[in-house]
Structure formats: structure tokens, C-alpha cells
């Protein structure tokens, strides 16, 4: 469909200031500083559609996001065929907004997570992505997290951990000794299966403080940063592969070890005068900035909004979501009176 099978009208002295200016700069005009004067004749008008104007900035803008290759076509020729482009979609836009479709709600949806989004880029991503790292901060940052950088050899493992000190009872100890024996024939009777050593874990562990579930995180030879005992950690490095066992229960000061290796980090050796270390602390600068940039803007913007939650309104709609979830299962109907295909029910100061 042609610009002039629509209703436009086209500005002859206007749409040549704009292609001569346009074409001048190669099919792609530079976007212009915040700040700058606009261009003489840039909001001189080019075309109406449906009542709406569309100005040589219109036009600029839009073929700097679509910018043409040089060696496809003549410089004038791309710029009249972005402006038909141009015209067709302010053509198609004033029939849909005719039409009510920026008034569906998913439509109302898309368009409010396109302006949440936008302002997000404005008042969050772009004063932490643009500004410039300092090179002590930088260095700050390196020392800070000097094991993400340069580290010795590690190993993670999964343990069940009988708790029985040297300087408690001698009788207990044996005793724990013993039953620690026990398990360990239980574990690699199950060492193959899934999840076997895990239910093994929940079922005997009595779990060291700050080892929730077996877990060691990861540690070095001599046990640290976790607290791991030195023979627990030398038992775990001479395991050949993740997923294989200490052949043997493990006796340490605190107690008695079954453990399974989890995983392995090789040793690491990155100076901070790598460029690619420097790029890594420099985006993960930004990104924690931005993180916490978008948590206090956030927090500011809900607590200007006045927001208000209607709990006995949100316990109703959370009522009726589990009694759905439990009819689902038997086969009877999601909501009193509802079927299958009714909409759920509204929440309050949602969609408005």
C-alpha cells in the first residue's frame, strides 16, 4: 500500500531538506547530544497521516534504528523507502488506536511493562553503566574477592557426620565408631543410585553447625575456609571423581565422617593486571551497583506511591487458588460456581 493510498500528504520542500540532510550523512544520522540545538528545518513536517505529523526528527530517528548499508542502495532511496515505512506504520498505528486495541489488556500490559522498563534504563541502568570505574576501586574490589582470582585447588563434598569428641566418652566414641561403620556399608551398597547418600545424610547426620544437609561448600587441603578437619579434607582429595567415596569412615577430633565428593575446582591464577580480570570486576561492579540502585529506587517509588495490600481480599483469592489446586486433583470444579474457563477473580488496584 502506497504513502498516498492512505491518506497522506507529503511536504515537498520539507521531505527534500530532510533527505539532503539525511542522505548527507549516509542513510544514518548520528544521534544528536541531549543537550544540542536542533538542526534547522529538523521540525519542519514531512507527511500527515490520519492527523498526525511526522517531522524530519521522526524520520531521523527512525532511520538511525534502521540503518542502511551503504553498498545496498542509493542513500536518497533508502530514505524514501524508511519514510514509506514510516508512514505505513503511523497509518496501521491510527487504525488500531481507532479500533480500541491499545485498550486489551494485554495490550495495557505490554505497554506498562515497556514504560516500567524504560524508566528502569533511566534511573537505574544508565548511572551505573555509564560511569566511569576508578582504577583503586577496581583494585578494591580485587583484593576484596582475592579467591575468585587466585586460589589453590578445591574440593565440595556431601557428608554424614557422627558427632563423638575425643574428649568426651571414650564408650560413646566407640559406639559412634560403630555405628558410623554400619552407614558406610549402607552407603556404598547405594553409592550408584541417585539419590541414596543424600537420604542417607537426612536420615544419620547429626550435621555440623553451619553445614546444613551435608553440604561443605567448597575447601582446600587444610579444610578452609570452612572449618573442614584437616583429615576430612586430605580423606576427600585423594577420592579420584566426584561422585565416588572415601573408602573408609573418616575419624576426626569432633567425630566420625562418611563423605562423598561432590565436586572439584582446579587451582586458579589471575592477576589483577589481566585485562579480562579487569573487564570481570568492572561488570561486576556495575551490576551490583545497578542491583542495589534498582532496590532503593524501588523502595522509594512504593513508599511515594502509598502503596496499600488488602489482605483479607488477597487471603480470599488465596483460599479460592488452593481450593482449586485441591478440586484439580479430584476432578471437581475450580471455584463454586465457576468453570474451568471463567477468568480468575479480579485483585484489587491491579488493572486499573
Sequence with gaps: MGAHGMGVKMRGPAAGAALALVCS????????????PAPPGQGRALADVAGRTISVADLEGYVRMRPQKR????????????????VQTEALYAEALRRGIDREPDVRQTIRQVV???????????PAFERKIAEDELKRYYDEHLTDFVRT????????????????????????????EAV??????????????GELVLKHSDEPAGRPKGDTGFFDREGKPGGIPRQ???ALFAVERP??????VVAAPDGFYIAMLTGRQSAVSRPFEDEGVRREIDDRIRTAERRRRQDEFVAAIRSAAGVKVDEAALGELLAALRAEGAASQIGLPVLPGASSQQAPPSVPGIGR
Design 232 to 234: 576430612l579434607a586430605e
Design 243 to 248: 561422585g565416588a567415596m572415601t573408602g573408609s
Design 184 to 197: 558406610l556399608a549402607e552407603a556404598l551398597a547405594l553409592q550408584d543410585t541417585r539419590f541414596g547418600f
Design 116 to 126: 516500567v522498563q524504560r524508566l528502569l534504563e533511566r534511573e537505574v541502568d544508565r
Design 71 to 86: 553498498d545496498v542502495e542509493p542513500g536518497e532511496e533508502a530514505v524514501r523507502r524508511r519514510l514509506e515505512e514510516l
Design 153 to 180: 585447588e578445591r574440593a565440595r563434598a556431601s557428608d554424614i557426620f557422627f558427632a563423638a569428641p575425643e574428649s568426651g566418652d571414650p564408650a560413646v566414641r566407640a559406639e559412634k565408631r560403630k555405628k558410623a
Design 25 to 36: 550523512l549516509g542513510g544514518a544520522a548520528p544521534a544528536p547530544a541531549a543537550d544540542a
